[in-house]
RNA sequence: GCCGAUGUGGCGAAAUGGCAGACGCAACGGACUUAAAAUCCGUUGGGCUUUAAACGGCCCGUGCCGGUUCGAGUCCGGCCAUCGGCACCA
């Protein structure tokens, strides 16, 4: 004999087999309204993963983790009556099959062809419940057109500050449209990777180096297409409320738009008294404009060049190429030591006249504000440490409550020093100054945003390219009948270096017309990831982005979940599953196309998603994140191999809470194999010649008391751990229903079928086909959610826990009816509390009903 | 530095303010077996104690310190540690 286990049971052989009978009948594919057999009167419920980058390493144990959730919940709803949408698809453009192809010359969709080939297979051995009907590809042509048709949507709109949403660009009166579109050009510093030939987005250069690889990134002016997502930071804020996410979500969201309140006040620059010659600061503390003793500007603030006296010019010159060249690393790793110059030129404050020097410094940031600030050294520590080494003067005008040293103290206090609002405090005193600016003309209310516009060009190949040609220097957009823009096809897709796209090396394909170019940049990778929600909803369709009808339905309200108290509510998909990882970048980018098609009213909903869970982070066995180079990556496929893909999913429930991040354990996954080995031989047994047959203890009889309560408990608490995601508790009570039942001498067959629905959520494979051996009417996937029936959980008797002081001293059984006093009068009566509370004055007597009695003696 | 999450046996974990450790793993003991695997049954937080042995009895225990309460893993205040996010955002 070989070293090959014999099998626990026969999963090698049945586990295929239904995956090959729910393919063949189409068993999960779900009917569009219109569609012949549609059920109106089902409920929807649009329940969703984050679909994955198709690499070539394969599928890992975390991908599967949120995606068996999903799967219970598919199942789940399906058998409770509703119209489920499980799609799944792949967000395929993006650096590492453009990667591959620079290094053996096979072309992106090749590589991207045969990796969703495997990972398509590895998701179906899982036995997961998608609409493969309905699977999509970024990649496709047939999607990609509809991403290029949102760009140009976008492209056409402008956001219109008065009705507070996205409208057509027709209908924008001002000079110049190109300087209001949602998508536009600018020449942005922006974040360049020399090694990657290619700009990066803020979100994807960490720590100063690029997310992929982990190469250099250096600050660089390039012309890029940006779009405008900083128009809707108020409703990307504001619209969170409504949302049924992880509160820590909505705050990491929050705290990246960063909204704060204060205002702009202008200086004038002395000596000048032109227009051209204010400098406008942002504040949130302008009741502080008293201690502003120095003035900065961001060192590449367009004013600089106008006000720098001819003897600072040297100092200047040579400190702002010295900031141009500092990459991001290192002007953090720098930050600790303040640097600057003095411009030689002053201002003058507006609230008492004063005149104060002006710097730059790079400690000043020109895309945040106004990119110049008031420097306040007493109450603002950046500017404390800067006027501390520059030796700038330093003035108190913020008294602190507590009596703390006020130089350097940043809360609230009382405003000293200051005679327009001399003993407010803070919050009025800012009320009051800013209104004091305000009729003067000398500032007013402002609010600002961290959040910058969205960086959306890229210089390489594998992405969608823009459907834009420019002519004499201008852009304009291609028509929607030129859809899609498809990339050309290119023998070196190795980056040109110079920063121009890898596009420019197809020459024909550039030439639009005589006059005309096309434009060379491809659009990032979450583009396609911004929408692809929508598309699920009608994938084949050629005449729109989703039909208005499949929109409607699946993206539309569905019956008003536990989690949410409003009627309707302002969320499509009822359940959207992954990574933290996506936590501001995917989920904000989607939200912002999908309000600006809501705006242009292609949609129903204002927004994409109601609910959404973070799955945790599976650890290795080492209890270390899993990495090639610890060597503690587990794969599915040996997982399946040795104990089935149900053993596997319900493994990867098993392990804790969905949402915590756990180490995976081989040892755990034999015991919930084992567990499953004891349903098949709670059916089965094996006779003389090693065949399985029905179990001799199964009997068409009604269950005794005791497994009717079993059964009836676990229906319960199944049902309400599903609902609440609480999927580890679920199976520990599926366990518990086993355990009760092997070795019963009779094993009624009814139960047995209630259990089986109950488990086929979490292993499909097991329970379609101990469903089938049971002879059982039709399919199980096909079968109503079993309910419970109260009257089987009650008992007559319950056991009442006797405590003395909060100690447990004893316990007796008493009547279910027992009343409160009749319960005191048994525990009183008690010859062993008597024992306990002799001598002693009785204080208090609590009564729980039907669970404890706590004697309070003294 | 700021924001957030987490902290319970040897391990993964469970517990509407009401018996801490369900369920699983590991370990140990037993049954079955020529033997092993598999399977089934049992023990298993720590300490003390009664007893010939067993049953039992008592005390301590949910990161640390304090509070509220008849009663706290759970609520409140303060700390510590680990992880994640942001980080000159004026």
């Known amino acids: 004999m070989t070293s090959e286990r014999r099998k626990p049971y026969p999963f090698d052989q049945i586990e295929p087999k239904w995956q090959k009978i729910w393919d063949e009948r189409q068993s999960f594919h779900a009917l569009n309204p219109g569609e012949k057999n549609f059920d109106s009167k089902k409920p929807k419920f649009y329940v969703l993963d984050m679909f ?49 192809a620079i290094k053996t010359g096979q072309h992106p969709a090749i590589t991207t062809r045969e990796n969703v080939a495997s ?14 009907q309905r699977e999509i590809n970024t990649t496709d042509p047939g999607y990609y057109k509809w991403t290029q048709w949102i760009f140009l949507k976008i492209y056409n709109s402008w956001f219109n500050p008065k009705t507070n949403k996205a409208e057509p660009i027709s209908t924008f009166h001002g000079e ?43 600050r660089r002016p390039m012309r890029q297409w940006m779009l405008r997502i900083t128009a809707y930071a108020e409703r990307l804020i504001n619209e969170l409320d409504e949302l049924d996410w992880p509160e820590g979500i909505k705050l990491l969201q929050q705290n990246w738009i960063g909204r704060s309140e204060g205002a702009e006040i ?51 010159r040579e400190y702002r190429e010295r900031t141009a060249r500092k990459s991001d690393l290192e002007r953090s790793e720098l930050s ?247 936590a501001v970048l995917h989920l904000l980018y989607a ?44 794969n599915p496929d040996d997982v399946i191999g040795q104990y ?52 001799a203890a199964l009997k068409d009889a009604e269950p005794t008391k005791a497994q009717n309560k079993i059964l009836h408990a676990t229906i319960k608490k199944v049902t309400e751990d599903i609902e609440s995601l609480s999927f580890n508790t679920a199976i520990s009570q599926m366990m518990i229903f086993v355990n009760a039942f092997t070795n019963a001498e009779t094993i009624p067959v009814s139960a047995m079928r209630t259990f089986l629905v109950l488990l086929n959520p979490f292993a499909p494979h097991i329970s379609s086909e101990l469903w089938e051996k049971l002879k059982s009417p039709g399919d199980i996937t096909g079968q109503a959610w079993p309910s419970y029936d109260q009257k089987f959980l009650v008992e007559d008797e319950v056991e009442i826990v006797i405590q003395v002081n909060g100690k447990v001293r004893d316990r007796m059984m008493m009547s279910i009816s027992a009343s409160d006093e009749e319960v005191k009068a048994a525990v009183l009566a008690n010859p062993k509390n008597a024992e306990l509370i002799a001598g002693k004055t009785i204080r208090k007597l609590v009564v729980v009903p039907k669970k404890l009695v706590n004697i309070v003696v003294a």
């Open 176 to 218: 110049d449209p190109d300087s209001v579109r949602l998508a536009y050009v600018a020449d942005v510093a922006v974040n360049w990777c020399p090694e990657l030939g290619t700009v990066l987005a803020n979100e994807e250069v960490v720590d100063g180096k690029s997310e992929v690889g982990g190469f250099p990134v250096v």
């Open 336 to 582: 600790k030591e303040k640097t600057g110059v003095f411009t030689g030129a002053f201002a003058i404050n507006p609230a008492n006249e004063e005149t104060i020097p002006i710097w730059i410094a790079d400690y000043v940031l020109l895309g945040y504000g106004t990119g110049a600030i008031q420097a306040v050294p007493a109450h603002d520590e950046r500017d404390l440490e800067f006027a501390r080494k520059f030796d700038l003067p330093i003035r108190e005008v913020v008294k602190p409550p507590g009596g703390e040293d006020p130089i350097g103290f940043v809360g609230d206090g009382v405003a000293i020093n200051s005679p327009i609002i001399d003993g407010l405090q803070s919050r009025e005193a800012i009320r009051k100054i800013t209104s004091w600016l305000e009729e003067r003309g000398l500032g007013k209310r402002a609010i600002n945003y961290k959040l910058r516009d969205w960086l959306f060009s890229r210089q390489r190949y594998w992405g969608e390219p823009f459907p834009i040609a420019w002519e004499n220097g201008k852009h304009r957009s291609l028509g929607e009948n030129e859809l899609p823009v498809v990339p050309p096809p290119l023998e070196d897709y190795k980056p040109t270096g110079t920063g121009e796209p890898p596009l420019a090396k197809a020459k024909d394909w550039v030439r639009y017309s005589d006059k005309a170019t096309r434009e060379l940049n491809v659009m990032p990778q979450w583009a396609g990831s911004c929408w692809y929600y929508l598309r699920f909803c009608d994938p084949q369709n050629k005449e729109r982005f989703v039909g208005e009808e499949a929109e409607r339905y699946w993206m539309g309200s569905s019956p008003v979940t536990r989690h949410s108290s409003l009627e309707s509510t302002p969320g499509g998909v009822d359940l959207y599953v992954g990574g933290t990882e996506h």
């Open 591 to 634: 939200r912002f196309w999908h309000k600006v098609l809501f705006d242009l009213g292609y949609l129903s909903k204002p927004e994409p998603f109601q609910r959404l869970v973070n799955q945790g982070i599976i650890l290795g066995e080492d209890s270390q994140k899993m990495s090639k180079s610890r060597g503690n990556i587990v």
């Open 52 to 100: 994955p980058y198709p690499s070539g390493a394969g599928l890992h144990v975390g991908h599967p983790e949120g995606y068996t959730a999903t799967d219970i919940i598919a199942r789940y709803k399906r058998m409770r009556g509703f119209n489920v949408l499980h799609p799944m698809g792949w967000d395929a453009f993006g650096l590492p099959a453009e990667q591959y």
């Open 119 to 132: 990972f398509k297979a590895q998701l179906k051995r899982i036995g997961f419940s998608y609409d493969w």
């Open 266 to 316: 202008n200086f004038v620059v002395a000596g000048t008294g032109g227009p051209g010659y204010r400098i406008h600061v942002f504040t949130t503390r302008p009741d502080t404009l008293y201690g502003a003793t120095y003035m900065v500007l961001a060192p590449e603030h367009s004013l600089v060049d106008r006000i720098v006296t001819e003897e600072q010019w040297p100092a200047v």
């Open 644 to 695: 089935g893909a149900d053993a596997f999913r319900c493994y990867e429930m098993f392990m804790g809470p969905l949402e915590q991040m756990k180490p995976w354990s081989m040892h755990g996954v034999e015991g919930v194999a084992r567990f499953l080995a004891r349903v098949w031989r709670l059916i089965m047994t094996e006779d003389q010649a090693g065949q399985w047959q029905l179990s």
